[in-house]
Structures are given as C-alpha cells and as structure tokens.
C-alpha cells in the first residue's frame, strides 16, 4: 500500500483536551490517512465528507456507549456493540501468557458459539488482569449481564476491557452501565463506541468502506484503541470489527488472521505486548455469501487487510508522546521470515526511536539492531535509503548529505527501508519516534 506523506500535526492532535476537539483532530488524520492510501480496487473507501457519526455500521449491527465511571466521572466508558441476529464471529487474543480475565472468558465463549455470537461489550479504565478468581467472575458476570438485557446466552457475549492492571472491577458502576447501554444502541454512529474504548488515546478511531462483490457489496465497519503498550503479538489494543457478509466461521477466522499479520500484528510503539490485546470481527450474514477459494474472498481478505491497516497506523500516529509515523521496511532477506525479523527488531529499538525524535541520521544504530534480530545477511551488501535518499551503499559507504537526510527526518511521515541482500524476502512493520512525553506519560499512568 501507499505510504503516507502527509502532515498529521501531532502537536496539536496531542494537545487536544476536550472530546470534541479529540474528534475534530482525530478525524483530521483519518482523512488524511485515507487520502493517501491505495486502496484495493473492490473497495469503497469511508468518503472524506462522512464523520462516522452516519450509516455507519453493516445491516444487523448496532453500538451505543456509556459513561459508568469506571475510572473517571463524566466520561463515556462502556460500549456495546449488538447484532440484531446470531452473528459468525472470529477473533484473535495476545499471546501475553499474563492474560486477562476477560480474554480468557471470550477465548471460551468464542468456541462455544463461533456461529451465534450476538454481543460484545468493553470497558475502559480497568484491564481487569491480574485479578484473578474474582477477576473472572466479573467477567462472567458483565456477559451475564448483557445476557438479560439482550435476552440472549451469555456464551453469545464477548466482554473486552481496557485500561489499568491489578485492579478489580467496581462491579456496582459497570452493571449500572450494562443496563444503561441497550438505550443508547443506533445503527447511524460510531463515535460513542469508539470513544469509551479510548484509555490514553488522543482521537478515537474509525474507519468503514464497501467491497464489491459477485453478490453485491458488503460492507466493513471497525473501531480501534491503542496508544501505548503495543507491539502486539497476534492483534492490537483493542479493535472490534464488523460485516454484513455471510460466511462461514472457520472462513471469517482465516481472513481475520491473514489480514491481521500485515496490519496490527505490523506495529509497535513501545515494544510491551498488553495483557489485553483482542481483535473481534462478527458477521451479520445479511449480505452476499462469501464462500472459500473464491475471487469473492479473495477480494473480502484484501478489503479486510486494508481496513485493519488503516486502523493499526492510527494507532502508531496516536502511540503515547509521539511525533512521527516511520515506516521500516526490510528487503533482500533470504525470506520474509528474516525481514521481518530485522524490521521489528529496528522498529523496536529504543536507539533506533531516539534518533528519529532527534531526527539525528545515526544510520549506525539501524544496522546494529538489525545485526541482532536473528536474520541471516552478509553485513557488506547492506543498503540503506531514508525515503529516496541513499544512506548507506554496500560495503559500508555512507556519503550522504546531513542536510537533506535532516529534512526528510524533520518530515512527519517517512520510509526507512534497508536492503540486506538479494533474496526474495520482504518485510513492513510501522512504528513511531520515543520523546520525553512517552516517560511523562507513563511515569504516572496509575495516578
């Protein structure tokens, strides 16, 4: 895809203090973004006029949110998103062996009802991990909760929760708010639900597009959360997606996975994989079928990945304290396995991160981290560009201008991409600058 070369003014999305000023900024960058991506060419992009608050969610899907003060008075903090019938439903949960308790909880009720699943509700302000027992019975007791209200199993509810770890749930707010949401449900909107996901977020993320099918269109709808502790190992944050196409559960999980390894399993900002991290996406059925080994799926998989990406580099461009969205990309490797290897290992690197904040062309710190993450290269074919500007030839020649390498660092967005040789793998993994804010911000992130 396309990469970014656009403005995101992070200053200001950063200093956003109101909701409404986090969603006029936030909504900013989405455009932006989504002007620059290629999309794929079955896809109906999200039009740059639509603000996500109209017709927004799939036939069959609803959302609404609430505040509980779960954490915070006065702030929406639970939401509900709702399928008016049983729903196909695919998921995909951290592989942080220090798990919450509602991962756990969806895990179970996700393999007891793949193909009726009809409710997922999530908090902010609580993690609700490292809770243990009691942990757990509060899970179970929010998708007990939603159970009633909805008339529905509560094994047809998934619960996700965000926020705070080691804390218990202040159960008495979050049933009080279980009951509030079903009054709060609307097809038109995301906004609510995408803001009471938000935890450090500085602008909620959205994003919906049409993909042209044999039987029609279909549409995809998704929401995301994320801003610190992402290097994700299977997903992201959080981020809850929806369709009106009818495919089979098993099928919806495989392009859940496919499109999931080159979008949110893709990013890092701070190298912590969460105790929480859950990606969901349930299928109304509502829509054209998509059946396996098809153009139709082929085509729903590369509308997915798209969707899914969108949404991952919004959370990199929101990561805690960030200035700038990177994109490192890996060539030549002997397979994608060792590109990937050496991109994440230099999108992770704390040096790395440092000297893109100070814009500092220390192209030395990008070959010692990729020397390390495990790939097999000859270090004297390595090649480095920033976007098209040559940093590095083989056999360690570096005869660049500071200057212009400086400008291209300046610059909001931009590629740093490192041949290592001449094979055939390939890798992106997309990753932001490490300023003083990141410390300030989590140095007190209890209080």
């Not at 829509?287 to 990945?305: K, N, T």
Request: glycine share 6%; aromatic share 6%; with cysteine.
């Amino acid at each position: 895809m396309k990469q970014p070369d656009c403005r995101f003014n992070f200053i200001t999305i950063n200093q956003a203090n109101t909701a409404l000023e986090k969603f006029h900024k936030g909504l900013k960058v989405i455009r932006e973004l989504s002007a620059v991506t290629l999309w794929p060419a079955s896809v109906t992009p999200m039009s740059a006029e639509c603000d996500g608050t109209l017709d927004f969610w799939p036939a069959g899907f609803s959302a609404g949110a609430v505040s509980a003060a779960v954490k915070y008075a006065e702030r929406k903090d639970m939401m509900l998103l709702v399928s008016d019938r049983p729903s196909s439903a695919a998921a995909l949960f951290t592989r942080n062996i220090c798990c919450a308790a509602p991962v756990l909880l969806s895990r179970d009720h996700l393999q007891r009802s793949p193909a009726s699943i009809r409710a997922l509700v999530c908090n902010s302000g609580n993690a609700n991990a490292a809770t243990g027992n009691k942990g757990m019975d509060d899970a179970l007791a929010m998708a007990e909760a939603v159970a009633r209200e909805l008339a529905i199993s509560p094994e047809e509810v998934l619960v996700a929760s965000t926020g705070v770890i080691g804390q218990l749930l202040p159960m008495e707010r979050v049933l009080g708010g279980i009951a509030a949401l079903p009054s709060s449900l609307q097809h038109e909107s995301a906004l609510d639900a995408a803001q009471a996901i938000m935890t450090t977020d500085t602008f909620p993320k959205f994003f919906s597009l049409d993909v042209e099918l044999s039987g029609g269109c279909v549409r995809l709808s998704g929401i995301a959360k994320g801003s610190g502790m992402i290097c994700p190992n299977m997903a992201t944050m959080l981020a809850i997606l929806a369709t009106d196409a009818l495919i089979a559960p098993d099928l919806l999980q495989k392009a859940l996975t496919l499109a999931n390894q080159k979008s949110f399993n893709a990013i890092t900002v701070d190298g912590d994989t969460s105790t929480n991290d859950m990606v969901s996406l349930l299928a109304s059925g509502t829509g054209p079928e998509i059946v396996a080994a098809s153009d139709d799926f082929a085509h729903f998989c590369e509308a997915l990945e798209a969707l899914m990406t969108l949404l991952a580099k919004l959370i990199v461009i929101d990561g805690e304290g960030a200035t700038k969205l990177v994109t490192i990309t890996v060539e030549g490797a002997a397979d994608d396995r060792d590109a990937e290897l050496a991109a994440r290992t230099i999108a992770q690197s704390s040096l790395v991160k440092t000297a893109i904040h100070g814009e500092d062309a220390n192209w030395g710190r990008i070959i010692a981290a990729a020397g390390r993450s495990g790939a097999t290269f000859n270090q004297e074919e390595l090649e480095l560009h920033f976007n098209d500007l040559s940093i590095l030839k083989p056999g360690f020649i570096a005869d660049f201008s500071e200057t212009a390498a400086s400008e291209i660092m300046a610059k909001d967005s931009y590629t740093i991409t490192l041949r290592l040789g001449r094979g055939p793998g390939r890798a992106t993994v997309w990753s932001c600058d490490l300023s003083k804010e990141y410390v300030d911000i989590n140095g007190s992130y209890r209080s």
